[in-house]
């Protein structure tokens, strides 16, 4: 396809979406080229660093009269000429500007003369290399000249404007473009820099930094890893700190460059420093004071305190640190009024209150305290000095009569008061009762204390009253249920004390205070610790709890009556990955209502997180019984849930494991259930299955398989096979296919179904695959210094999707050719569609850096796979491997069909095919008759040990058959 010459009919209008540029491209120039140039009058053209066409301002339309998709394929070229356009080229390559004039063809056919001015900027979006070209009519150049430089100035005086020093390099490292902030933050020139080798400024970094290793290490870190961001600090030799701070430069998903931005820091740590040391003074100061200072949050919280002030509180620092200073006040009242006056005015001098110290003694005090404010005036804590004036308050209280300070102390305690007679009679009630309780301490005089405890509390009150009344003196602590004026019950604690033989009491005196606030938060508490916070389910420590006691009443029994489900939701991660974790939230809690809907009295169901449930079905006596609970489970969970307007569908696999004897720890009969729940889900989800000892048995077998395959890696128990591959127009050996053997040292030679899904579950397979590929490297090369081999020969090796996704498998293949100077033609990396399409387009990224490795690459099993064609033919693969099944189907005529279509999908895709599983010359032939490249199978020869191989490498198979089959 060519673009149109100047002077072409004009063509059809398309919408701007249509542009030829990508996505990615348009998406960070489109708000750079509507600032810099829809507002001008003049035509202007937006293109990448390449000469690539992104945009076009309204005015370039209207003046040329070309359609976004004309531009696409050549850019200016299409109206300017070839030519011309690459003069433009290589001046804002050379020097990143051009002026001129060039006589252009419209589309309608006419020719007009136009000034060009075009240069090169860095977008502010994304940082990527653009270039812009403005056209004008030498007559309009009175009219827009001042508007026209105005706008060329624009990039530059943004790039200055900045307060960091910014530095735009290439993917080689080449300086780009920098702003004068950078100049004066490393005093250098702005022309040296950009005039000079690149290396001369980074020399002159260098020089002057203390440390210039560390600059060195980090450039070679980001040359390996283009895609990593750094930052750092760096110490200059004139004393100076520079912040940096790197990030790559993309064009759409090619990283083209990267951004450098410096900052000097230097004032700002002196500045820290200065800060720290006053901070230092003050610190010494705070704590070698004689007085005692605290510290409190704008809360009332303890944040620090001096050693002054914890001699007079009584405790340590870390006792202190964090409590409220308002549970020290021993009449809330007072300190509610101090709280008053400090907020009022800031500052509250010599204010005189009751505290209680951390030991529960109390004390008087004097307190002086300042409100704390930051530098936007919001408050930030208060500071204040405690000064204890107990002994004088004592001397002031020992002026009063015993009688008047009894009253005072009982009248205006937070704890009730009572005393009772010998009956449990109340006699005295303190006034507190009617803040605790409600009641009006004249109204309870006289009546007896048990008429107001909980039935169920009264026998226990009774034992110990009396306890309390068998000896003079005695104490003793005391809780119950007491009946609240409003008709609740309130849980009490008390400490009765005996002083029935004192002269002045003559009682059983019970100081009593209310513990319902506590005892509620101990049992919400106690819920919290055993229950799922999503679902309110119980959680896995009360179901193991409730297990083991299951357990042992079947050992009291000898009866095992109750099963346990594990079930685990079928495509949940789907629905969670798709709609979001709060909508897979919501399907938890419904599933969790549905499971209950299933229960029966006496069953439990629990959550033991992410999305597996267990029931215990507690009473089950057999199979039946619990499979049939199941089976309503699975009714229940098929019935769609509609969450914030989704319909939703999910299925359930379940394990049940039934209640036996031999189980001794609950934790063991719930391992049973979940290894019956992957099996279930092993055979395809939705199902349920009963747990059996062939299941334990062969998770241990894949445990000892694990240990073995690692014990086999460091013992080198692995061995490659070569199974040929001919091209079925000559049955000539062409190629070798890898494949791994395990010599195991008890059960001989193994194939890769024997490990290969233990190895990729464990992750294994990593470490073995890195030893397949160098293996099969090192082979080649070997092969090539005995003998000259054919260019066509190449060995096909199988890699995982796990190995695919590790980063580090460019570097690592690169490495391992160039250590046995083997090209990468010679190597065929086989991989499945399942594997490319789990991430379609990071796996083609990867696959497309392979291919730059010179490594070919094929799709194995083709024709069973998933992979859409709008990916199929993106994926850069020389071959397509067509699936043994495909083959051995072939004296069919409708799988003879299917096979043609595949080989020739193929072949418009632009891949060779090789067809796995040829077992006779009949197959051999009509895959050949259908235009199939190669194949291998036993007809041709099973794999053989590589000085096997070596001896088949350009023979004709089978032996002595040199005809096309």
């Given at each position: 396809?060519?673009?149109?010459?100047?002077?072409?009919?004009?063509?059809?209008?398309?919408?701007?979406?249509?542009?030829?540029?990508?996505?990615?491209?348009?998406?960070?120039?489109?708000?750079?080229?509507?600032?810099?140039?829809?507002?001008?009058?003049?035509?202007?053209?937006?293109?990448?660093?390449?000469?690539?066409?992104?945009?076009?301002?309204?005015?370039?339309?209207?003046?040329?009269?070309?359609?976004?998709?004309?531009?696409?394929?050549?850019?200016?070229?299409?109206?300017?000429?070839?030519?011309?356009?690459?003069?433009?080229?290589?001046?804002?390559?050379?020097?990143?500007?051009?002026?001129?004039?060039?006589?252009?063809?419209?589309?309608?056919?006419?020719?007009?003369?136009?000034?060009?001015?075009?240069?090169?900027?860095?977008?502010?979006?994304?940082?990527?290399?653009?270039?812009?070209?403005?056209?004008?009519?030498?007559?309009?150049?009175?009219?827009?000249?001042?508007?026209?430089?105005?706008?060329?100035?624009?990039?530059?005086?943004?790039?200055?404007?900045?307060?960091?020093?910014?530095?735009?390099?290439?993917?080689?490292?080449?300086?780009?473009?920098?702003?004068?902030?950078?100049?004066?933050?490393?005093?250098?020139?702005?022309?040296?820099?950009?005039?000079?080798?690149?290396?001369?400024?980074?020399?002159?970094?260098?020089?002057?930094?203390?440390?210039?290793?560390?600059?060195?290490?980090?450039?070679?870190?980001?040359?390996?890893?283009?895609?990593?961001?750094?930052?750092?600090?760096?110490?200059?030799?004139?004393?100076?700190?520079?912040?940096?701070?790197?990030?790559?430069?993309?064009?759409?998903?090619?990283?083209?460059?990267?951004?450098?931005?410096?900052?000097?820091?230097?004032?700002?740590?002196?500045?820290?420093?200065?800060?720290?040391?006053?901070?230092?003074?003050?610190?010494?100061?705070?704590?070698?004071?004689?007085?005692?200072?605290?510290?409190?949050?704008?809360?009332?919280?303890?944040?620090?305190?001096?050693?002054?002030?914890?001699?007079?509180?009584?405790?340590?620092?870390?006792?202190?640190?964090?409590?409220?200073?308002?549970?020290?006040?021993?009449?809330?009242?007072?300190?509610?009024?101090?709280?008053?006056?400090?907020?009022?005015?800031?500052?509250?001098?010599?204010?005189?209150?009751?505290?209680?110290?951390?030991?529960?003694?109390?004390?008087?005090?004097?307190?002086?305290?300042?409100?704390?404010?930051?530098?936007?005036?919001?408050?930030?804590?208060?500071?204040?000095?405690?000064?204890?004036?107990?002994?004088?308050?004592?001397?002031?209280?020992?002026?009063?009569?015993?009688?008047?300070?009894?009253?005072?102390?009982?009248?205006?305690?937070?704890?009730?008061?009572?005393?009772?007679?010998?009956?449990?009679?109340?006699?005295?009630?303190?006034?507190?009762?009617?803040?605790?309780?409600?009641?009006?301490?004249?109204?309870?005089?006289?009546?007896?204390?048990?008429?107001?405890?909980?039935?169920?509390?009264?026998?226990?009150?009774?034992?110990?009253?009396?306890?309390?009344?068998?000896?003079?003196?005695?104490?003793?602590?005391?809780?119950?249920?007491?009946?609240?004026?409003?008709?609740?019950?309130?849980?009490?604690?008390?400490?009765?004390?005996?002083?029935?033989?004192?002269?002045?009491?003559?009682?059983?005196?019970?100081?009593?205070?209310?513990?319902?606030?506590?005892?509620?938060?101990?049992?919400?508490?106690?819920?919290?610790?055993?229950?799922?916070?999503?679902?309110?389910?119980?959680?896995?420590?009360?179901?193991?709890?409730?297990?083991?006691?299951?357990?042992?009443?079947?050992?009291?029994?000898?009866?095992?009556?109750?099963?346990?489900?594990?079930?685990?939701?079928?495509?949940?991660?789907?629905?969670?990955?798709?709609?979001?974790?709060?909508?897979?939230?919501?399907?938890?809690?419904?599933?969790?209502?549905?499971?209950?809907?299933?229960?029966?009295?006496?069953?439990?169901?629990?959550?033991?997180?992410?999305?597996?449930?267990?029931?215990?079905?507690?009473?089950?006596?057999?199979?039946?019984?619990?499979?049939?609970?199941?089976?309503?489970?699975?009714?229940?969970?098929?019935?769609?849930?509609?969450?914030?307007?989704?319909?939703?569908?999910?299925?359930?696999?379940?394990?049940?494991?039934?209640?036996?004897?031999?189980?001794?720890?609950?934790?063991?009969?719930?391992?049973?259930?979940?290894?019956?729940?992957?099996?279930?889900?092993?055979?395809?989800?939705?199902?349920?299955?009963?747990?059996?000892?062939?299941?334990?048995?062969?998770?241990?077998?894949?445990?000892?398989?694990?240990?073995?395959?690692?014990?086999?890696?460091?013992?080198?128990?692995?061995?490659?096979?070569?199974?040929?591959?001919?091209?079925?127009?000559?049955?000539?050996?062409?190629?070798?296919?890898?494949?791994?053997?395990?010599?195991?040292?008890?059960?001989?030679?193994?194939?890769?179904?024997?490990?290969?899904?233990?190895?990729?579950?464990?992750?294994?397979?990593?470490?073995?695959?890195?030893?397949?590929?160098?293996?099969?490297?090192?082979?080649?090369?070997?092969?090539?210094?005995?003998?000259?081999?054919?260019?066509?020969?190449?060995?096909?090796?199988?890699?995982?999707?796990?190995?695919?996704?590790?980063?580090?498998?460019?570097?690592?293949?690169?490495?391992?050719?160039?250590?046995?100077?083997?090209?990468?033609?010679?190597?065929?990396?086989?991989?499945?569609?399942?594997?490319?399409?789990?991430?379609?387009?990071?796996?083609?990224?990867?696959?497309?850096?392979?291919?730059?490795?010179?490594?070919?690459?094929?799709?194995?099993?083709?024709?069973?796979?998933?992979?859409?064609?709008?990916?199929?033919?993106?994926?850069?693969?020389?071959?397509?491997?067509?699936?043994?099944?495909?083959?051995?189907?072939?004296?069919?005529?409708?799988?003879?069909?299917?096979?043609?279509?595949?080989?020739?999908?193929?072949?418009?895709?632009?891949?060779?095919v090789v067809a796995e599983g040829i077992e006779t010359l009949g197959q051999a032939r009509k895959l050949a008759e259908m235009s199939c490249e190669a194949g291998q199978g036993f007809y041709f020869?099973?794999?053989?040990?590589?000085?096997?191989?070596?001896?088949?490498?350009?023979?004709?198979?089978?032996?002595?058959?040199?005809?096309?089959?």
């Amino acid at each position: 396809m060519h673009a149109d010459p100047p002077g072409a009919p004009p063509q059809p209008p398309t919408s701007e979406s249509s542009v030829g540029a990508s996505s990615s491209e348009l998406s960070g120039a489109s708000p750079f080229f509507s600032a810099l140039a829809d507002h001008l009058p003049i035509p202007a053209i937006l293109l990448d660093g390449q000469g690539g066409f992104l945009r076009q301002n309204t005015a370039h339309r209207a003046t040329l009269g070309y359609t976004d998709e004309t531009l696409a394929e050549r850019g200016p070229a299409t109206y300017m000429g070839d030519d011309h356009f690459a003069a433009i080229r290589n001046d804002l390559t050379d020097t990143g500007s051009h002026r001129g004039s060039v006589v252009c063809g419209t589309a309608t056919g006419r020719s007009i003369s136009l000034d060009v001015s075009a240069f090169a900027a860095v977008g502010p979006e994304n940082n990527s290399p653009l270039w812009m070209l403005l056209l004008r009519h030498a007559s309009f150049r009175p009219h827009v000249e001042h508007e026209l430089d105005q706008s060329l100035a624009l990039l530059q005086a943004t790039l200055d404007s900045t307060a960091d020093g910014l530095l735009v390099v290439d993917h080689e490292g080449r300086i780009m473009n920098f702003n004068k902030r950078l100049s004066k933050i490393w005093d250098t020139p702005p022309p040296g820099a950009l005039e000079a080798d690149d290396i001369e400024p980074m020399t002159f970094i260098l020089d002057h930094l203390v440390n210039p290793e560390d600059l060195r290490a980090t450039l070679r870190t980001l040359t390996q890893n283009p895609k990593r961001k750094a930052s750092g600090r760096l110490e200059l030799t004139d004393g100076r700190t520079i912040e940096h701070y790197s990030r790559p430069q993309k064009v759409g998903s090619e990283i083209v460059g990267r951004v450098w931005s410096f900052r000097d820091v230097t004032e700002q740590i002196r500045a820290q420093e200065a800060l720290r040391e006053g901070e230092e003074r003050y610190r010494k100061l705070f704590h070698n004071s004689r007085q005692a200072i605290y510290v409190t949050d704008a809360a009332g919280i303890f944040i620090d305190v001096n050693e002054a002030a914890l001699d007079v509180m009584g405790g340590t620092r870390d006792e202190l640190m964090g409590m409220d200073s308002r549970e020290f006040w021993i009449d809330q009242d007072e300190g509610a009024r101090f709280r008053e006056a400090l907020e009022k005015t800031g500052t509250v001098r010599n204010f005189e209150g009751r505290l209680k110290r951390l030991d529960g003694t109390e004390m008087d005090c004097l307190l002086t305290t300042t409100a704390q404010h930051d530098s936007r005036g919001e408050l930030v804590g208060y500071q204040g000095i405690l000064d204890d004036i107990s002994e004088r308050k004592r001397a002031q209280l020992a002026l009063r009569s015993s009688e008047e300070y009894f009253r005072s102390l009982i009248e205006n305690a937070l704890e009730t008061i009572t005393i009772l007679d010998r009956e449990g009679v109340i006699r005295y009630q303190s006034p507190s009762v009617l803040r605790v309780l409600g009641y009006d301490p004249g109204e309870l005089v006289g009546k007896s204390v048990f008429d107001y405890i909980h039935p169920d509390d009264r026998a226990g009150a009774v034992n110990a009253l009396a306890g309390i009344m068998a000896t003079p003196g005695e104490s003793s602590d005391v809780k119950l249920r007491f009946l609240h004026m409003d008709g609740s019950w309130r849980y009490m604690e008390a400490v009765g004390r005996n002083l029935l033989d004192d002269p002045v009491v003559r009682g059983v005196v019970l100081n009593a205070r209310d513990a319902t606030g506590r005892r509620e938060a101990e049992e919400r508490l106690l819920h919290d610790a055993f229950h799922d916070k999503l679902t309110g389910l119980p959680n896995r420590a009360l179901l193991l709890d409730r297990l083991n006691q299951m357990l042992a009443r079947s050992k009291r029994t000898g009866k095992a009556s109750f099963s346990v489900l594990f079930l685990d939701l079928d495509r949940f991660k789907i629905i969670n990955d798709s709609l979001g974790h709060m909508i897979g939230d919501q399907m938890l809690i419904s599933v969790a209502r549905r499971l209950e809907g299933c229960l029966r009295p006496g069953d439990t169901v629990a959550r033991l997180g992410g999305d597996e449930f267990t029931m215990i079905l507690d009473g089950t006596l057999d199979e039946d019984e619990a499979t049939s609970i199941a089976n309503r489970v699975h009714e229940a969970m098929r019935q769609p849930i509609i969450l914030e307007g989704h319909e939703v569908f999910t299925a359930v696999s379940i394990g049940i494991a039934p209640g036996s004897l031999t189980y001794e720890s609950a934790e063991d009969i719930l391992r049973d259930a979940d290894l019956a729940m992957y099996r279930a889900k092993s055979l395809g989800k939705d199902r349920h299955i009963v747990f059996d000892d062939s299941m334990h048995a062969d998770a241990m077998a894949v445990l000892r398989l694990e240990s073995e395959l690692r014990k086999a890696i460091e013992g080198q128990e692995f061995r490659l096979f070569y199974q040929p591959i001919v091209a079925l127009e000559t049955n000539v050996v062409t190629s070798f296919e890898a494949l791994l053997r395990w010599e195991h040292p008890e059960r001989g030679l193994l194939f890769p179904k024997d490990f290969i899904s233990v190895a990729e579950e464990t992750q294994i397979i990593v470490p073995l695959g890195w030893w397949v590929l160098e293996e099969t490297i090192r082979q080649v090369a070997e092969w090539e210094r005995e003998f000259k081999v054919h260019d066509d020969l190449t060995v096909h090796v199988n890699v995982s999707g796990l190995q695919l996704t590790q980063g580090d498998l460019i570097p690592g293949l690169r490495e391992m050719l160039e250590k046995y100077n083997v090209p990468g033609h010679r190597l065929n990396l086989e991989l499945t569609e399942g594997i490319i399409m789990e991430k379609a387009e990071a796996a083609i990224r990867t696959l497309h850096r392979l291919r730059e490795l010179g490594l070919q690459l094929s799709i194995d099993d083709f024709g069973i796979g998933y992979s859409s064609l709008t990916y199929l033919h993106r994926f850069p693969t020389q071959h397509v491997k067509l699936e043994r099944s495909f083959v051995a189907d072939m004296d069919l005529d409708e799988s003879s069909g299917i096979v043609r279509t595949i080989i020739d999908l193929a072949h418009d895709l632009g891949m060779e095919v090789v067809a796995e599983g040829i077992e006779t010359l009949g197959q051999a032939r009509k895959l050949a008759e259908m235009s199939c490249e190669a194949g291998q199978g036993f007809y041709f020869g099973r794999a053989v040990p590589a000085d096997e191989a070596r001896e088949l490498i350009g023979e004709t198979l089978p032996r002595g058959t040199k005809s096309t089959p």
